[in-house]
C-alpha cells in the first residue's frame, strides 16, 4: 500500500482531510471519483482530477521502483542501464497524465463559465419580464386614471347642462308668469276703460 503523503500535491493537513473521508492510501484516493473530493476542503472542482491522476502515478510508479531494486543485485553493472532508462520510460505517462489533467481542468473551467452564462441569461430574462410586466401595469394604471378622470369631466358636464336647463325651464315659467299678468292688466285697463266711456256717454 502507498500512502497518500506519497501523491504529489498531498500534504499533512490534506491527507488528515482525506483520511476523514475514508481515503487513507493512494490506492483509495485513485480509485476515488471527482465528485467525491469536491466536498473535501481545499479541494475543488478541478483540482480533483489533477490529484486522482497524480495518485495513478504513485501507485503505478512505487512497484516499477520495487521491481528495479530486485533485479539489480542479480545483473552485472554492466546491465544496470536499461534499469536507468526506466525513469526515461515514465515522460510520456507523465505527460499524459498532466494532459488528462489540464483537459479535465479546462472542461471544469468551462462548465463553470457555461453555468454562469446560462444564470445570467436567466437573470437578464426575469428582470425583462419583471421591467414589462411593471410598464404594463403603469400603462394601465394610467389608462384606468385617464378614464376616472374622463368621466369626472363628462359627470360634471352633464350636470351642469342638468342645472342649465333646469334655469332654462324656470326662466320660461317666469316669463310665462310675467306675460300672463301683463294680459291680465291690459284686460283690466281695457275694462276700466270701458267703464268710463259708458259713465261719460251717459253724461
Not at 495518485?55 to 536507468?84: L, M
Not at 488528462?100 to 445570467?120: D, G, H, P, Q
Request: no cysteine.
Amino acid at each position: 500500500m502507498t500512502a497518500v503523503t506519497e501523491v504529489r500535491g498531498v500534504g499533512p493537513a490534506l491527507a488528515q482531510a482525506l483520511s476523514a473521508t475514508g481515503i487513507k492510501t493512494a490506492e483509495d484516493l485513485a480509485k476515488a471519483k471527482p465528485a467525491d473530493l469536491v466536498n473535501v476542503p481545499r479541494i475543488g472542482a478541478a483540482r480533483a482530477p489533477i490529484l486522482i491522476a497524480a495518485a495513478k502515478e504513485a501507485t503505478r510508479a512505487k512497484p516499477a521502483a520495487k521491481a528495479t531494486t530486485r533485479r539489480a543485485p542479480a545483473r552485472k553493472p554492466a546491465t544496470r542501464k536499461p534499469a536507468a532508462r526506466k525513469p526515461a520510460a515514465r515522460k510520456p505517462a507523465t505527460r499524459s497524465t498532466a494532459a488528462i489533467a489540464t483537459a479535465a481542468a479546462k472542461k471544469a473551467e468551462a462548465e463553470r463559465k457555461a453555468a454562469e452564462e446560462r444564470a445570467a441569461a436567466e437573470l437578464a430574462a426575469a428582470e425583462a419580464k419583471a421591467r414589462k410586466k411593471a410598464k404594463a401595469k403603469a400603462k394601465a394604471e394610467k389608462a384606468a386614471k385617464k378614464k376616472s378622470e374622463m368621466e369626472a369631466v363628462f359627470k360634471s358636464a352633464k350636470e351642469k347642462v342638468k342645472e342649465k336647463s333646469k334655469k332654462g325651464k324656470k326662466s320660461k315659467k317666469d316669463d310665462k308668469k310675467k306675460d300672463d299678468k301683463k294680459k291680465s292688466d291690459k284686460k283690466k285697463d281695457k275694462k276700466s276703460a270701458s267703464k268710463k266711456d259708458k259713465k261719460k256717454a251717459k253724461k
